[in-house]
């Protein structure tokens, strides 16, 4: 079954397109890595999905609705980690965990069991009453990452979730994700830390240009490049090269 | 670009044309008209003062203590962004190149405010006093002079103590302006230049004291940011000001109000909104400004029809600036994510407006309480009040 469907979108800030006739799908359950080079256009990608850019052409699906369509069911079909924590100075932590609970219509007993694994996993307990102005980079990403799992939507879309995180926070992030995609759950994720890629994702985007250079398995993807026992960061680094060559030509 | 003097021009050319910038919807708006009232009235009533003033009026120690107080507070202009203390650390020794022209700014737009006092006291002086126009020109030339001295023990002092305590040196640079003038316009010569004195060696210390440390790079830049952050809070109030961020306060005492609003999916605007309302300072203290205004208006004009003007004026600019700060905003917020309705924003800041315009009729009605006068008129006055805030939350958009 497909959760999210990425059909023939071009789109950008200006006129000018960063994404050309993009197309891709994932499926329940799926971790689906999205990789390229600064400016290849995964955060572009990223915020046609949630719907905060609009495509001048084509469409995204989300359990099979677009976002005009339903909105409300578009909306409430998955959670979003930006790249940079955006938190609200005048919320503490918990009222930010408690206003995604009411936003995503959470029930108030769930909502606080939820709450008390998540503090637990991301050792925030004693800092529940804090303003994110007291919180180093890597804990307001926290917050968000807290916020996200609080809700169990079909489809997580994370943007760079590791960066600023200490390697206690990546595991907890990795782990959830794991127990997420048990339960039947979506993942969407762009990465720089392509060992990480490599070993978690079912499959891997990657993009170039705007357009995508190759998706699939560990293994469409060296069969794509024609490099057999090739690492990640080995077809990466064959892509940089191909960029390289397309500017020197 | 290592011409340091060039880096200056640049800056201050900027700087001027951002003042431009803002000076124009200061100038007319609102507050600004109240202001022409203000002055206006108070420089008539200080007219009339002069009149029926008793001789025995302490006229000098009142003298100089405006004049030591706008002679003392000195903060440099510099201008420094957050980058010049990576950029600009290996200029450290042509500093001055930078500095010469900074100081010369500051000097020129704050040596006015003492200028304008001591403009503003003549009458007082020549009238109770006695003083003669030769004394007079003295003194003006005197207050240009003693600004730069205090303008250059300022700067060296926080060049030297990295700002620390910046306090204790402007309370020892009034009572030194305090008690010199005071001795200078009561004829006790001897007295002041012995002040005078003091006040040359003070300034000699910090220069002294300046050259034996590293420029303190942080102090300065924070010191700048927090004055011009100083400014663009001030003219948000009449405009829109994209640098401004927000200062939040918990205030804890107010957390009661929060429980008006319960648990469910319809009410997540409302939370977040009331939450960025009390506890964001501009928003709060514009709330409660206007609010006390309404009141003492309510408290202190005897004729009905000017209260109801002066409130109702007052209710419309609380609803419309409150509105559109509460909906304004260009910044990605994560609520625009939310599975809600795209209306639930606009709905939950009519809902807070609603709610705070209420308390302050009741306000409102505490003042009215508190004058007695009880005609019908002025019972119209929070009616009023009612009135125009709905009407405004309704027609604006």
Redesign the interface.
């Known amino acids: 079954m497909t959760v999210l469907e990425v059909n023939n979108v071009t789109g950008g800030y200006t006129r000018k397109p960063v994404l050309h006739d993009l197309s891709f799908s994932i499926g329940k359950g799926e971790l689906v890595g999205i990789i390229g080079l600064n400016g290849a256009g995964k955060s572009t990608t990223i915020k046609h999905v949630?719907?905060?850019m609009n495509a001048t052409k084509g469409e995204i699906l989300l359990n099979g609705k677009t976002l005009k369509e339903d909105?409300?069911?578009?909306?409430?079909s998955f959670s979003?980690i930006?790249e940079t924590p955006?938190l609200?100075?005048?919320?503490t932590l918990l009222?930010h965990m408690?206003?995604?609970a009411?936003?995503?219509?959470l029930e108030?007993s769930i909502f606080k069991v939820r709450l008390e694994s998540l503090l637990k996993e991301f050792r925030m307990e004693k800092r529940l009453n804090w303003?994110p102005?007291h919180f180093s980079k890597g804990m307001r990403q926290k917050i968000m990452i807290m916020?996200a799992f609080l809700v169990s939507p079909s489809l997580y879309i994370i943007d760079e979730p590791f960066v600023g995180l200490d390697p206690l926070g990546i595991q907890s992030l990795l782990n959830q994700m794991q127990a997420r995609k048990e339960e039947g759950a979506s993942v969407l994720m762009s990465t720089h830390i392509l060992a990480t890629a490599e070993k978690y994702c079912d499959r891997i985007l990657l993009l170039h240009n705007g357009k995508i250079r190759a998706q699939g398995t560990m293994e469409d993807l060296r069969a794509a490049f024609q490099m057999p026992n090739a690492t990640l960061d080995d077809l990466y680094i064959e892509m940089t090269k191909e960029q390289q060559n397309e500017q020197f030509a | 670009m290592n011409n340091l003097r060039e880096v200056w021009s640049k800056r201050f050319v900027y700087y001027i044309n951002e003042l431009q910038k803002y000076m124009k919807y200061i100038v007319s708006g609102h507050i600004a008209i109240v202001f022409v009232f203000v002055i206006g009235a108070a420089g008539y009533s200080y007219s009339e003062w002069l009149k029926t003033a008793p001789l025995d009026f302490p006229v000098f120690l009142l003298v100089a203590f405006l004049l030591s107080l706008t002679i003392t507070i000195s903060t440099p202009v510099t201008l420094m962004k957050n980058a010049d203390s990576v950029y600009f650390l290996p200029l450290e020794t042509k500093l001055d190149e930078y500095f010469k022209p900074a100081l010369k700014w500051t000097y020129f737009s704050t040596v006015f405010v003492s200028a304008l006092v001591f403009v503003v006291s003549i009458p007082m002086l020549t009238k109770l006093s006695g003083l003669i126009k030769n004394e007079i020109l003295f003194l003006f030339l005197l207050i240009l002079v003693l600004k730069y001295w205090s303008m250059q023990v300022e700067y060296s002092y926080r060049f030297a103590e990295s700002g620390k305590f910046v306090w204790v040196d402007r309370f020892v640079r009034f009572v030194l302006l305090f008690i010199g003038l005071f001795f200078l316009l009561t004829g006790s010569y001897v007295l002041a230049i012995a002040i005078a004195f003091i006040c040359v060696m003070y300034l000699v210390v910090w220069k002294k004291k300046m050259k034996e440390v590293a420029f303190p790079f942080d102090h300065f830049i924070n010191v700048e940011q927090s004055r011009m952050m100083r400014f663009y809070r001030f003219a948000n109030y009449f405009t829109d000001v994209p640098h401004i961020r927000g200062m939040t306060k918990r205030r804890k005492l107010l957390n009661f109000v929060y429980k008006f609003v319960p648990y469910k999916q319809q009410n997540a605007q409302l939370y977040l909104v009331l939450r960025t309302f009390i506890r964001t300072d501009d928003y709060f203290y514009l709330w409660v400004r206007l609010t006390a205004l309404a009141m003492l208006g309510a408290i202190f004009i005897p004729m009905p029809i000017v209260a109801i003007i002066f409130t109702g004026a007052l209710a419309f600019a609380t609803v419309i600036q409150l509105k559109h700060a509460l909906l304004s905003g260009f910044e990605f917020r994560m609520d625009l994510l939310f599975p809600i309705d795209s209306n639930a924003r606009l709905l939950a800041v009519e809902k807070l407006l609603r709610m705070f315009q209420f308390v302050q009729v009741v306000f409102v009605l505490i003042g009215i309480i508190i004058q007695g006068q009880f005609t019908l008129l002025m019972l119209l006055v929070p009616v009023i009040v009612l009135v125009v805030s709905e009407l405004t939350l309704r027609i604006s958009k």
């Open positions: 949630i719907g905060t909105p409300a069911l578009y909306r409430s979003y930006p955006v609200y100075d005048e919320l009222e408690q206003l995604t009411m936003a995503y219509n108030e303003f102005t916020c």
